[in-house]
C-alpha cells in the first residue's frame, strides 16, 4: 500500500526557518485532509496543522502565527513552512493523510531547534 516519506527536517537556531515536506510513494484516493502531527519522547503526539480537500486551513494555537501548511496542485504532497522556530517547537513532525477509510502516517522527521 501507499507510503509517506518525509523531508526537510534538521537542526537550526532559534528564530530559522524549515519547510518539511511529505510525499507519497504511492497513489492514495479520496483524500479528506492532509496534516502534520510532533512528538516529542515521552510525551503524547500532538497536532500540528491540517488542510481539507478543499483547502482550508487549520492551525494549533502555539503556532497559528509561525506555520503554514500547504498542498501541491496534484494533492500528493503536503508542506508545512515553519519560520520563527522556537526549541519548544523540538521535536520528531509526523504527517498523515486522512482519506475515508485510511489513515497514513509518514515515518517522522526530526526537527531540532536550539541555541
Known amino acids: 500500500q501507499a507510503q509517506l516519506v518525509e523531508s526537510g527536517g534538521g537542526l537550526v537556531q532559534p528564530g530559522e526557518s524549515l519547510r518539511l515536506s511529505c510525499a507519497a510513494s504511492?497513489?492514495?484516493?479520496?483524500?479528506?485532509?492532509m496534516g502534520w502531527y510532533r512528538q516529542t519522547p515521552g510525551k503524547q503526539r500532538i497536532w500540528v496543522a491540517s488542510i481539507s480537500n478543499e483547502g482550508i486551513t487549520r492551525y494549533e494555537d502555539s503556532v497559528q502565527t509561525r506555520f503554514t501548511i500547504a498542498r501541491d496542485n496534484a494533492g500528493n504532497t503536503v508542506f508545512l513552512q515553519m519560520n520563527s522556530l522556537k526549541p519548544e517547537d523540538t521535536a520528531v513532525y509526523y504527517c498523515?493523510?486522512?482519506?475515508?477509510?485510511?489513515?497514513?502516517w509518514g515515518q517522522g522527521t526530526q526537527v531540532t531547534v536550539s541555541s
Open positions: 504511492g497513489t492514495i484516493d479520496d483524500i479528506r485532509t
Open positions: 498523515n493523510v486522512v482519506t475515508q477509510s485510511q489513515i497514513y
